[in-house]
T-cell receptor, first 114, second 114 residues
Framework: AQSVTQLDSQVPVFEEAPVELRCNYSSSVSVYLFWYVQYPNQGLQLLLKYLSGSTLVKGINGFEAEFNKSQTSFHLRKPSVHISDTAEYFCAVTYAGNNRKLIWGLGTSLAVNP | SAVISQKPSRDICQRGTSLTIQCQVDSQVTMMFWYRQQPGQSLTLIATANQGSEATYESGFVIDKFPISRPNLTFSTLTVSNMSPEDSSIYLC???????????FGSGTRLTVV
């Protein structure tokens, strides 16, 4: 069965520090990859997505992610975080033949401290 | 991308009762999904709402407990039936358009069963 692994359940960082949230997936077939953010008591918002083309994907709020097929990874990065980036971040994948159902990671809680 | 209106945003219900959650989209969409997010957890897909036919349920979810309607391409409802405290969760509607990119989520319904 396909799976998504977010390697860190919690990531504490100081404001203005860089951050990387790690995501690995199990499939070796064509995949479509997503990062979503969930701010406290809110719904999910799409940060960025990889469908095809350039492996470096830029999203909203200064986030970017790199698709690495050989390592089956899609890590999320931001060079300088703000307090307002404190949220839960979810990695998700779907692939051809899965009827567009998303497979979700368990989430990474990013806590940005002053 | 599509804009979703999900109602109610929250509710507190007595055990044994039922709650119907509505998901209204501002445009026609191919795919509609219902998710559950238990406290501190990732998202779990309940079912895919199919227009004009019965919903497709994931393992562990049954129609008697979570009946779903989708009368057209812009609207769906999820009912949580005969509720128990274990049903306390956030329920989320999500939509996707075949051939486009990404999925949009409603703001969620926070359900507490007492």
């Amino acid at each position: 069965a396909q799976s998504v692994t977010q390697l860190d359940s919690q990531v504490p960082v100081f404001e203005e520090a860089p951050v990387e949230l790690r995501c690995n997936y199990s499939s070796s077939v064509s995949v479509y990859l997503f990062w979503y953010v969930q701010y406290p008591n809110q719904g999910l918002q799409l940060l960025l997505k990889y469908l095809s083309g350039s492996t470096l994907v830029k999203g909203i709020n200064g986030f970017e992610a790199e698709f690495n097929k050989s390592q089956t990874s899609f890590h999320l990065r931001k060079p300088s975080v703000h307090i307002s980036d404190t949220a839960e971040y979810f990695c998700a994948v779907t692939y051809a033949g899965n009827n567009r159902k998303l497979i979700w990671g368990l989430g990474t809680s990013l806590a940005v401290n002053p | 991308s599509a804009v979703i209106s999900q109602k109610p945003s929250r509710d507190i219900c007595q055990r044994g009762t039922s709650l119907t959650i509505q998901c209204q989209v501002d445009s026609q969409v191919t795919m509609m999904f219902w998710y559950r997010q238990q406290p501190g957890q990732s998202l779990t897909l309940i079912a895919t709402a199919n227009q004009g036919s019965e919903a497709t349920y994931e393992s562990g979810f049954v129609i008697d407990k979570f009946p779903i309607s989708r009368p057209n391409l812009t609207f769906s409802t999820l009912t949580v039936s005969n509720m128990s405290p274990e049903d306390s969760s956030i329920y989320l509607c999500s939509v996707g358009v075949r051939g486009s990119d990404g999925y949009t989520f409603g703001s969620g319904t926070r359900l507490t069963v007492v």
